[in-house]
């Protein structure tokens, strides 16, 4: 089992910039795929970015490249979102998620965190 922490949520301007972070405790947290999603008020929830155990590979939703991005410590058991250039589009709950395993297009997590409020004012 795989307990995961969401932290770093809050209100921010456009164009202003929030990092989040993922604090996992339980199974080694270092074997795991781990990736953020997002769901936006009245909307499915959407796969944001995901990195790989070792850190190596990095893959993104097209509507966040070059603004996000995603990185882990696994010394600390952390992962991080740093995102940059927000807009008003990107306002939702952000959530940590994990997995054993390699990465896949459409991957389907097993743990995840409750979610962390992004609010981006116009």
């Known amino acids: 089992q795989v307990q995961l922490v969401e932290s770093g949520g809050g209100l921010v301007q456009a164009g202003g910039s929030l990092r989040l972070s993922c604090a996992a405790s339980?199974?080694?947290?270092?074997?795991?795929?781990m990736g953020w999603f997002r769901q936006a008020p009245g909307k499915e929830r959407e796969f944001v970015a995901a990195?790989?155990?070792?850190?190596?590979?990095?893959y993104y939703a097209d509507a966040v490249k070059g603004r996000f991005t995603i990185s882990r410590d696994n010394d600390k058991n952390t992962m991080y979102l740093q995102m940059n250039s927000l807009k008003p589009e990107d306002t939702a709950v952000y959530y940590c998620?994990?997995?054993?395993?390699?990465?896949?297009?459409?991957?389907?997590?097993?743990?995840w965190g409750k979610g962390t409020l992004v609010t981006v004012s116009s």
């Open positions: 990195i790989t155990w070792s850190g190596g590979s990095k």
């Open positions: 998620a994990g997995r054993s395993g390699s990465y896949y297009p459409g991957i389907k997590m097993n743990y």
């Open positions: 339980g199974r080694t947290f270092s074997n795991y795929v």
